[in-house]
């Protein structure tokens, strides 16, 4: 199965952006499509955004639309999550995952998560 490792998290002022990095090592990264999951303190895990395996197809949770991009780079195996606009609610640890299904579960590979603070 594929390996995933996010990256990019960190603390940041309300309004203000980051970007997530979620890097794939082995499997089959170009065939798969590929999302973003959140899960904040005390909370259950949900869905941020999805993306095809080609890239030219996306869906996003609708706390996040507008705000949010998800994107990827087949030739570097990675996927990112642009993330403008940040609110306190967004703070969460982000985690990729891989083999995204027709009904927003994954079926394959998670990375370990990267925290994402945003302060008010």
């Known amino acids: 199965q594929v390996r995933l490792e996010e990256s990019g998290g960190g603390l940041v002022q309300a309004g203000g952006s980051l970007r997530l990095s979620c890097s794939a090592s082995g499997g089959t990264f170009s065939r798969d499509a590929m999302g973003w999951f959140r899960q904040g303190l005390g909370k259950e895990r949900e869905f941020v955004a999805v993306i095809n395996h080609s890239g030219d197809t996306t869906q996003y949770a609708e706390s996040v639309k507008g705000r949010f991009t998800i994107s990827r780079d087949n030739a570097k195996n990675t996927v990112y999550l642009q993330m403008n606009s940040l609110r306190p609610e967004d703070t969460a640890v982000y985690y990729c995952?891989?083999?995204?299904?027709?009904?927003?579960?994954?079926?394959?590979?998670w990375g370990q998560g990267t925290q994402v603070t945003v302060s008010s």
């Open positions: 995952a891989a083999r995204i299904n027709y009904d927003l579960t994954a079926s394959g590979s």
